[in-house]
């Protein structure tokens, strides 16, 4: 839900929340102001009935509009004194309607004769009140809903403005460019601090990417010459006449040697695919290079003594990297003969939907989720590095491929799902031309 959203669905609640409590404050407010009037205007025709009395003049029925009644009263009170009255009264039996009135009754003393004056009018009734409160409530409660709904969104875009501009420096923010940020200032404090906050993020970002790149390549660099000169050595004692346990010591120090390249290669790549250094926006043929893999591996297949059987779909269109395409399919095709019986099997399927490759061999030790852990390597191999399948999804992670693996069968399966971007054409152009082969080595 937009920010936006939020704060509407906030400013109604709030809005339904006050308008009844508003409503009875209101209807009290009124009701009060109705019935203050009405007794002072009783009250004030009380004391023009005394006066009049007290110039000797009758006092009528009526007076100002009101009700009006005088006579001698054996009990007196003190002048300020009076008594009001509040009831429903129904002149009409046949009327659902009642009437509302107030009367006031005060004691006063002429002549030395006491007399009781009572006044009475009829005023508006509460239901009256509050029918038209509802009609006025009603009709508020609507425009400020509108007002809100329509207002919000112009409202979110003025002051919402720098956020979303933030948001959308963040989005085009990218490490490799080493850019850092810069943000206009606004009359928002939240703003500005956020805007520093992120400006001292992205700043830190940069640096801290130039120094780990700087490092890993120096690193990678540095190794390279002491690597090769104590490989140059071996393969210089290796010459000598030497047997026995010696021979084997310098074998296995040269596998070590190698190894210890191979990891460095490894590393070293991982590092450039996890700082997106091998970005993509062109569509590449793989349907192409995975062919080529398999031609290449032919000779290691037979060697080994499996059979492989493939089906590749002709032009399958991917954005990927022309660098990393052999690395995937070195690593899964590599995989697939280093982890597998001698007399196995690998199978190869590659079309616009998927890239599934599986090959026979022992069942992981390990639970399947932790086979793409880095150093995580399966028990027939000891040699392996054990990074090839970080490598193949690290690349998938950031080509937007999905890769799971299972074991099925006595059959390791690993299968990439391409983006439904590059399928949907691809499958309906494709269909009519798709080549299946299968070659027994």
């Given amino acids: 839900m937009k920010i936006v959203d939020r704060f509407t669905l906030w400013f109604l609640g709030v809005t339904l929340l006050i308008i009844p409590i508003n409503s009875v404050i209101t209807y009290q407010s ?17 004391e023009r009935a005394a006066q009049q009395l007290a110039r000797g003049e009758a006092v009528g029925e009526f007076m100002q509009g009101c009700r009006i009644k005088a006579a001698p009263s054996d009990s007196t009170m003190p002048a ?4 009001i009255t509040d009831r429903d009264v129904k002149h009409d039996p046949d009327m659902e309607d ?11 003393v002429i002549n030395g004769v006491s007399y009781k004056i009572i006044s009475g009018d009829y005023v508006t009734r509460s239901e009256q ?21 329509l207002t919000a969104r112009l409202a979110s875009r003025l002051v919402l403005a ?3 501009s933030t948001l959308k420096k963040l989005q085009r923010f990218n490490l490799r460019s080493r850019k850092k940020l810069e943000f206009k200032p606004s009359r928002t404090k939240e703003f500005n601090e956020l805007n520093s906050f992120v400006g001292k993020m992205t700043d830190k970002a940069v640096d801290d990417y130039i120094n780990l790149k700087e490092f890993s390549e120096n690193a990678s660099h540095e190794l390279q010459t002491p690597l090769a000169i104590i490989r140059s050595k071996l393969e210089l004692m290796s010459e000598y006449n030497i047997e026995g346990e010696q021979a ?37 043929d793989i349907s192409r290079y995975a062919r080529e893999t398999v031609n290449t591996f032919c000779d290691l297949i037979t060697i080994k003594g499996l059979t492989m059987d493939y089906r590749i779909e002709e032009k399958v269109e991917v954005k990927l990297h ?70 193949v999804k690290q690349i998938c992670d950031m080509n937007g491929f999905t890769i799971e693996y299972r074991f099925q069968a006595g059959h390791h399966i690993i299968t990439i799902d391409f983006p439904h971007t590059f399928t949907s054409s691809k499958l309906l152009q494709n269909d009519a031309r798709y080549l299946h082969e299968k070659t027994q080595l």
């Fill in 322 to 391: 022309t660098a990393l395409v052999d690395i995937l399919l070195n690593n899964l095709i590599g995989n697939a003969i280093r982890h597998n019986y001698p007399g196995g099997h690998i199978s190869i399927e590659l079309n616009s939907r998927h890239l599934m490759i599986s090959n026979t061999g022992p069942e992981p030790q390990a639970p399947p989720e932790e086979m793409f852990l880095r150093f995580r390597k399966g028990t027939m191999c000891q040699s392996s590095v054990g990074i090839g399948l970080s490598i």
């Fill in 80 to 83: 300020d004194f009076f008594l």
């Fill in 162 to 164: 720098p956020f979303y």
């Fill in 129 to 149: 009140i509050l029918a038209g409160l509802r009609e006025s409530i009603l009709w508020k409660l609507v425009i400020l809903i509108g007002l809100i709904v």
């Fill in 248 to 284: 084997v010591l310098i074998s296995d120090m040269q596998n070590a040697v190698d190894r210890l390249t191979r990891i460095n290669r490894s590393l070293v790549l991982l590092s450039r695919l996890e700082n997106n250094e091998y970005e993509c926006e062109e569509l590449l």
């Fill in 30 to 46: 009124i009701k009060g102001q109705i019935d203050k009037a009405a007794i002072t205007r009783l009250k004030h025709v009380n």
């Fill in 98 to 108: 009642y009437d509302r009135k107030i009367t006031v009754a005060s004691w006063h």
